[in-house]
T-cell receptor, first 113, second 117 residues
């Protein structure tokens, strides 16, 4: 059974204080790992897709990396508007037919001014 | 690009009534759409996978007679909650995938808050 574990569950940072969020996964053949941002009462907003170990992607203050067992979402010099829940999800190679995602429980990030 | 809309954004209904939620891909054709349910402070739980022109595939434990899914076109999928009860109150979110060969990313709608009285 595919499993995605995110840590920490919640994180409070001061504005400008860089940190990393972790996503550990167990899947029988990774097809893709996805990062989303979700604001309260809204649907998830797509951030990144990573396909192979060693791959990195960046967008503004966010950088996602991938190894064979985990992914990190690095946040550099965060601002209050980065406050949100960050979700990690995996797609297994055996699921390419139905293309389903397995989500982690998320990390609730709060950035204080 | 890759915008997904949902309607309504929120709905309140009486116990025993049925509610229909629409999910549309606005700027791309989605052969596959997904329906999720999310409880407060919890992650997304996949309910079913909807393929255009065919029957939906439901996850284990999801009652297909209660949650009717129709994917009649490449841009529209609907979820009907039949004979809704208070325990069906939740946040329902749909997503859509780009056509095969263009990536596996799912793009999500803004969600529908259902409250059953």
């Amino acid at each position: 059974e595919d499993q995605v574990t995110q840590s920490p569950e919640a994180l409070r940072l001061q504005e400008g204080e860089s940190s990393s969020l972790n996503c550990s996964y167990t899947v029988s053949g990774l097809r893709g790992l996805f990062w989303y941002r979700q604001d309260p009462g809204k649907g998830p907003e797509f951030l990144f897709t990573l396909y192979s170990a060693g791959e990195e992607k960046e967008k503004e203050r966010l950088k996602a990396t991938l190894t064979k067992k985990e992914s990190f979402l690095h946040i550099t010099a965060p601002k209050p508007e980065d406050s949100a829940t960050y979700l990690c999800a995996v797609q297994a190679t055996r699921d390419t037919g139905r293309r389903a995602l397995t989500f982690g429980s998320g990390t609730r990030l709060q950035v204080q001014p | 690009g890759a915008v997904v809309s949902q309607h309504p954004s929120w709905v309140i209904c009486k116990s025993g009534t049925s509610v229909k939620i629409e999910c549309r891909s606005l700027d791309f054709q989605a052969t596959t759409m997904f329906w999720y349910r999310q409880f407060p402070k919890q992650s997304l739980m996949l309910m079913a996978t909807s393929n255009e022109g065919s029957k939906a595939t439901y996850e284990q434990g999801v009652e297909k007679d209660k949650f009717l899914i129709n994917h009649a076109s490449l841009t529209l999928s609907t979820l009907t909650v039949t004979s809704a009860h208070p325990e069906d109150s939740s946040f329902y979110i749909c997503s859509a995938s780009l056509p095969r060969g263009l990536g596996d990313t799912q793009y999500f709608g803004p969600g529908t808050r259902l409250t059953v009285l």
